[in-house]
């Protein structure tokens, strides 16, 4: 972590600077103090926590609903509540972030997503847990879709340099991806406690170690330094006149969200069990090698950025894994459909780096916590209407339905993006 924080510190540091001078240059040119290092490294950390837990709830939420007696179709309404809930909370940071510190926000989320680890571990009936899904922190998806997220970018894109600012958002997206891999990995404990403990009561456990790692989170979150709240010659302000871009941003990601929601890691592996047989120690494996292969993928998106510039290598590289994500519904066997995934895994999150990069770049800078969130509020409507359709679905029939109109989804998402933006250039590739 500290070399990660070293590297977006000498990237930050401006034309002139001596090496050792304490500083990073915001994308407004203003110099914060040497605490911003350790702020990216706390957030960096802080990240990687989130992650491992996001990466096995989102394979136990499925058997450990099973295990309460709820079929696919509760899943999904589960899953549709705990992203509308997201979507609902990074609404109101949106339109009051520029009123609010940004390290009391980032404590109180880290608060709600120990009560919610808690909550699941120690709560079986349905409906309180639907409504604990709404109001906490659970992640179906896998990724980040929650009210850190904003936040988070936020402070990222105030202490890094323009030129910098993709490289330090790959490593962001490298951290997330990998700790998410261990995490899936890691719900093989399952099976191999099995011997020992009953599974229900594995599950149980994983679920309140991750209210331990909001707890952990929280004090990571503590220690940030003012810098963290600083970072423009303006103070944060409301949406002025990047709203035009932001709102037509907002649109074109929240299609591409709605087909992700489609097949959020908890369904997809729901239909890979159901579909293959397999068991979840082998499921847990495949989310771990996807997941690898999508972290090694963030930091080829920053050299291809450089090349070809953000939007071309946002939409060529995530519009082929669109084509494998389809693909995988008519694959005939569990090593196809896994060679398929591995491919989709190689393509499909070089956008993530280089979309929060692009987002932060053509926005002023008091508008960043704004359009942070403001775009990822209807991500998290879309994906959160989509589990539903899709945990339907899967109630009608084996096949892969939702993976086939997330492919094609996505891929129209694509060409919209392509065709609306790629006039619109960041400052670094003016």
């Not at 090496?19 to 350790?38: F, K, M, Q, V």
């Not at 993709?166 to 995490?183: D, E, I, K, N, Q």
């Not at 704004?370 to 096949?399: E, I, K, N």
């Not at 997330?406 to 065709?419: E, T």
Request: aromatic share 10%.
């Amino acid at each position: 972590m500290n070399d990660i924080a070293a590297k977006a510190e000498s990237g930050g540091r401006m034309d002139g600077a001596a090496p050792g001078t304490a500083g990073i240059r915001t994308g407004a040119g203003r110099r914060l103090s040497g605490h911003a290092p350790s702020d990216i490294n706390r957030i960096l950390m802080a990240r990687a926590l989130r992650a491992f837990g996001d990466g096995y709830v989102a394979i136990l939420l499925p058997l450990h609903l099973s295990h309460l007696g709820y079929d696919a179709l509760a899943v999904g309404i589960v899953s549709t509540a705990t992203l509308l809930g997201s979507a609902l909370l990074t609404l109101t940071i949106g339109l009051v972030a520029h009123r609010i510190p940004r390290r009391r926000a980032l404590l109180a989320a880290a608060l709600l997503m120990t009560a919610t680890g808690f909550g699941f571990a120690g709560i079986g009936a349905f409906w309180p847990l639907l409504v604990i899904a709404f109001v906490g922190t659970l992640n179906p998806s896998g990724g980040d879709v929650s009210l850190f997220l904003p936040l988070e970018h936020t402070v990222i894109a105030h202490v890094a340099a323009d030129q910098a600012r993709t490289a330090v958002f790959a490593r962001y997206s490298f951290v997330g991806a990998s700790f998410g891999a261990l995490g899936a990995l890691s719900v093989g404990s399952v099976d191999w406690l099995a011997p020992y403990l009953a599974p229900p009561t594995v599950v149980t456990m994983l679920f309140g170690l991750y209210g331990v790692l909001g707890l952990l989170t929280f004090l990571l979150y503590r220690n940030l330094s003012p810098a963290a709240e600083a970072g423009t010659d303006s103070p944060p302000a409301p949406l002025g006149p990047s709203r035009g871009t932001v709102y037509r941003l907002a649109t074109l990601f929240s299609v591409d969200a709605f087909g992700g929601g489609l097949v959020v890691n908890a369904l997809l592996a729901l239909w890979l069990r159901e579909r293959f047989g397999i068991s979840v120690s082998v499921i847990g494996t495949i989310f771990f090698v996807t997941s690898l292969c999508s972290a090694v993928s963030y930091f080829a998106a920053v050299p291809l950025a450089r090349r070809f510039g953000l939007v071309n290598t946002m939409v060529f590289t995530h519009l082929p894994s669109s084509l494998f994500l389809a693909l995988t519904a008519f694959a005939p066997t569990i090593w196809i459909a896994f060679g398929l995934l591995i491919a989709r895994g190689l393509l499909s999150q070089m956008d993530v780096p280089t979309r929060s990069s692009y987002v932060m770049a053509v926005v002023r800078p008091e508008e960043r916590p704004a359009a942070a969130s403001l775009t990822a509020v209807p991500r998290s409507l879309a994906s959160a209407v989509a589990p539903l359709l899709s945990g339907w679905l899967l109630t009608v029939t084996s096949f892969g339905w939702p993976l086939v109109l997330a492919g094609v989804i996505k891929a129209s998402y694509d060409l919209a993006l392509l065709r609306q933006f790629s006039g619109l250039k960041p400052p670094e590739e003016c």
